[in-house]
Structures are given as C-alpha cells and as structure tokens.
C-alpha cells in the first residue's frame, strides 16, 4: 500500500472511531481498523492497564478468540506488550526469534490461553507494539501480528501505529469519559431509587451485585458483616472477616478502592475493595469478588467508587435508627433510677422493653470515662467512638440493654429471661464491657472502668443494682494498678469503706496499728506483715511460718512483740477483729 493509500485509510479509520461516544464500539471498531491501516498484519491485540491489579489484559482482539484471550494477563515488562507498556516506546519485533524472545518470559497461565485463544502454540513472524499514551501516563499496548514467514514489519509501519495510536487515545479517553458518567448515572439511579423506597442495605446490596454482575458484601467500620448479595457471598465474608482481618483494615484506610487474591474454597478469588466513607472517617467496606482469571470492568469500578455515598448513607441511616433507639431506653432507664416509673404507661413499656416483667430479672452496669489529662473537648469528640464502639456490642449481646448517658458515666440495665442462669448472664456481659473497654482503649486512648452491679429480681430494685455497680466503680478509682473491671460480689467486704471519708479511716488505722507501722518503717521490720498473714490463717503459726519462709519460733517472737508495742495480752476475741479490720482498711488505703 503506497504512502497516500495509507493516510486517507487511517483517516477513515479515525473517523469511524469517533463516530461513536460508546467506549465497547470505539474499541471494537479500533481493533477492527488497525488491521486495514496496517498492511499484511493478520491479528492484533488491544491491552488496557488496571492499576488496582497492576497488570494488562487484553480488553479485545482480531485473530483471536476473546473467550480465552480475555484471561490472559501481563505484569509489566512481561512479554512483547508488556515490555512496551513499562518502556512507554513503539517497538518492532522483527524476526520470529524476536518474537520468541519477546514472549519467553510470559508465565505458564497467560501463555496457556493465548495458545487456547490462536488454536495453536505459534508464535508471530513479525510484531509491532505501540504504547497508548495520555497526559496521565501509558494506558495500555496496541499490538499487531503477522503470522505469514518473510513478511515483516517496516519501520514506517512503526510510525503509522503510533500515529494511528495517537488519534486512537483521543477517541479512547472521549468514549471513557462519556461512558463513565453514563455507567455511573445509571448506578446511582438505581441504587437510588432503592434506598428512596426504603429498600434499605439489604436491596441495595443485591441490586449493585445485579448491575454490576458481582457478588457483593458490606462490611461495617468494625468489619461486622452487615449484608450480602448472596450466600455464597455470606460464607467468604465470614472468612475475610476471620482470616484476611489485616487485608480488609488496609483496604479500609485506603482513600480508593483497591484489590487483593485470596483462597476461598479452595480456589484463588479476587477481591475488589471500596471504602465507604463519609467526611472525617471510613464507616464501612464493600468488597466484590470474582474468580481471579476475571477482572472488574474498569467502568464498574469507577461507578462504585462514585456512588458508595449512597451506602454511606444507609450505613449512617442504620447508626441513627439504633442510635435513637437507645437514647429513648435511656429515658426508660432514668424514670426507673428516679422511682418514677410509675409515670410510664404500660403500653410504653410493652412497647419499648421487649418483654421487661415479673418474669424477668435486671443487671446493671456502670461505665466511667476517667479523663485522665483530656480536656472535655477531646473526650466529647472521643465519646462518639466510644457511642460506636458500645452500640456495636450491645447489638452482639442477647439480652436487652437500657442506656443513659450522663457524660463521664453510661449506666446501662439488662433484662434477661428469669430462667437464664445469673452466672451465664454474668459472663456474657463480663466479656462484653471487658472487650468494650479494650477496644475504647485502642482506638482513643480514654481508660475507662466499669462496675457490674448484682441481680434483681423487680424494677423496684434496679436502684440497689446501680448503687453496687456506682460502689464497684468507686473501688476501682481508689485503688493503684487497678484492674478496669468489678462486680459487685467481688468487692467483698471493702465495699462498707467506699462511702466513709478517707481521714476517717486513717484515723482508725492509726488508732489501732498505727504504732506498729511505724516501728516497721524506723527498724525495717515486718511485724505488720506476720500480723496480716496471721490473721489471714486463722491465727496458725505454723501455716504463718511456712507462708513466710520463716521459724514458727520467729513467728512467736514477733507476735510477742506485736502484743507489746500495741499493749495488748493477747491476739483474739475483740481485739483481733479490731485488728484484722485494721489491716484491712489500710490494704485498702494502700
């Protein structure tokens, strides 16, 4: 073909690219036209870049059968197209040994399906490749072949194919750009058109994975699996939920989506990840996978990632809903604090308790925020990831929870079937708040601690169940090294102390053992210490003995001492409960 036979066909080939705004038939009618422009090709490729899987794929083709070629991925640098892609330069392989060089390095998989997608193992005679370019960076590789022996490429073939690439790129960018707002116009349409009619996640969740021919799971910001297209789709977000937990959280802080292969029944899937945020955090995961021979529509992609707004908006519509459902519990909660539920009618509480009656018991815990050098403004801001992080355990627990937020303090009221047992109860709540209060820890710093009080049988008792869980919170505070956790049954006898003032207790212990802690702190004794063993076990010298590493005459020798310095005849009857009480409250004064 002589020079001026092949510009007016690379006019026309323009042209009847641009005839179209649809990016499937500019690339149709591209892969079409590089054959007629190019003379003596036989077969050409078109591969487009995915950045999210950093590999080509060969998007369509003449000469080869797409059923197969569509699998045929390249990293780049890999293969004759692949080494054009990283290069950004036109290339011709001039020779089949060229060829053959060029393509050595292709991994078994891809060259399995581009044998499968030409019908034989052979090689081209002779290849150009051309990079595609934008102002952005390289956009993929058009490729062309011929297959007849001692026909070859000329270097003027060369730069017709990048010419004609040039005008193609034009064309491509046009047809992707117009495809993209149209793919996403009518993403957005649907989905909304489902969230409007209050189809909630449930629906829109299914109605994505039908648009987009994907299974598709949402996550939430806790990567709790919110919904799914399917049950297949429930199965692996359960697995990416126990054994990719890492993957999903760098997914999550990603500001796009991204992709990653994982196993899943024994085969390799890929997986496509969308952040769902909204303007200051990620509030949920969606994940799409497909079997890791496929890819994502490119298009596909960009239109998810263009309208996760609106699964932000259901995810936060979920929030609220639950949101607004405790704080009216909590007004509940308060009436029954204040002895004022009789002011609550008895549809009310039908309504809004779930079954609260006499056969049922309460259990009440209280949880304080302890500042610990924050300011009011930053654990106002910190208190809505807590409100989050509380809200989400609550929904795991099987008993229904009552909550009032008093600010620094969140009281909160269980009610339980009366034939569950108190110590099943118990545990299940125990492992709730201890979590709560770890998980409050990792994600805002704030200490918090929390005092579970007894079971009550009435509402009339739920008072006495706060005042312990109020009690069990005080211990906590006084105490160093303390533990963030107490129940009331574990406190014991140190309870009475709790609400009597600390120089009073200093002055009983002063009173009674005063004497004896001062003659250990000026001769670095250890009479107080045998004392509180002693009294510990049963008055036993020898059990005190072993329990010191000492002589039991040792031990009489410091009790006779002991007896001594407080003026005292013997250790027993009234003066060793004295005593005993004594070393107690100093234990609990520190």
Do not use: W
């Not at 909304?192 to 829109?204: A, F, P, T, Y």
Request: charged residues 25%; negative net charge; contains cysteine.
């Amino acid at each position: 073909m002589n020079t001026e036979a092949k510009l007016r066909s690379l006019i026309n080939s323009v042209q009847v690219m641009t005839s179209t705004l649809n990016l499937d038939e500019v690339l149709e009618y591209l892969i079409k036209e590089v054959l007629h422009v190019i003379d003596g090709s036989n077969a050409s490729v078109l591969f487009l870049y995915d950045e999210k899987i950093n590999r080509l794929y060969a998007k369509t083709a003449a000469g080869f059968d797409m059923k197969h070629l569509q699998y045929a991925f390249l990293k780049p640098g890999e293969g004759m197209s692949g080494k054009t892609f990283l290069s950004e330069k036109g290339q011709i392989f001039s020779t089949h040994t060229d060829t053959l060089e060029g393509m050595q390095d292709i991994n078994p998989k891809t060259k399995e399906y581009y044998s499968k997608a030409r019908g034989d193992l052979e090689y081209p005679a002779s290849a150009i490749c051309v990079p595609l370019k934008t102002k952005q960076g390289c956009i993929g590789v058009l490729t062309v072949d011929i297959y007849e022996e001692n026909v070859t490429f000329t270097p003027q073939d060369l730069q017709l194919l990048e010419t004609f690439a040039t005008q193609a790129v034009i064309a491509i960018e046009n047809a992707t750009l117009f495809s993209r707002n149209e793919r996403t116009q009518r993403v957005h349409e649907v989905l909304s058109e489902v969230s409007l009619s209050q189809g909630g996640l449930d629906k829109i969740t299914k109605a994505l994975a039908s648009l987009v021919q994907s299974e598709v799971i949402v996550h939430n910001e806790f990567f709790d699996l919110l919904e799914t297209s399917s049950d297949e789709a429930t199965a692996l977000g359960n697995v990416l939920t126990q054994e990719y937990y890492s993957k999903l959280k760098e997914a999550m802080t990603n500001g796009r989506g991204s992709t990653g292969i994982i196993q899943f029944d024994g085969q390799e899937e890929r997986i496509y990840f969308f952040p769902v945020r909204t303007d200051d955090r990620s509030i949920g995961l969606i994940s799409m996978y497909l079997n890791k021979d496929d890819v994502l529509d490119p298009l596909d992609q960009f239109a998810v990632e263009q309208t996760v707004t609106i699964f932000a908006l259901e995810i936060t519509r979920r929030e609220r809903s639950s949101y607004h459902a405790l704080t009216y519990s909590g007004y509940i909660l308060d009436q029954l604090l204040n002895g004022k539920s009789d002011k609550l009618t008895l549809n009310e509480m039908i309504r809004t308790t779930s079954g609260m009656g006499e056969e049922r018991k309460y259990l009440l815990v209280q949880l304080t925020i302890e500042e610990a050098g924050f300011s009011l403004k930053d654990i106002s801001h910190k208190k809505e990831i807590i409100t989050r992080i509380i809200r989400r355990k609550m929904e795991q627990l099987p008993f229904k929870p009552f909550i009032l937020d008093q600010n620094l303090d969140i009281v909160f009221m269980f009610s339980y079937p009366k034939q569950t047992k108190e110590t099943v109860a118990y545990e299940r709540i125990r492992i709730a708040f201890a979590q709560i209060i770890e998980e409050v820890k990792q994600a805002t710093e704030l200490s918090l601690v929390a005092g579970i009080g007894r079971t009550v049988n009435k509402l009339d008792d739920v008072r006495t169940s706060a005042n312990d869980a109020s009690k069990c919170v005080d211990y906590l505070r006084t105490k160093q090294n303390k533990s963030s956790l107490l129940a009331y049954f574990e406190l014991g006898f140190q309870r009475l102390f709790l609400k009597t003032e600390a120089s009073e207790l200093e002055g009983y212990v002063e009173e009674t053992i005063g004497q004896l802690k001062r003659y250990d702190q000026e001769n670095k004794a250890s009479l107080l210490i045998t004392l509180s063993v002693y009294l510990d076990l049963n008055k036993n010298m020898k059990e005190t003995a072993e329990s010191l590493f000492i002589h039991v005459n040792t031990v009489k020798y410091r009790l006779r001492l002991i007896r001594e310095i407080l003026g005292i005849e013997e250790i027993g009857g009234e003066a060793a409960f004295e005593l005993q009480l004594a070393v107690n409250i100093n234990r609990f004064l520190d």
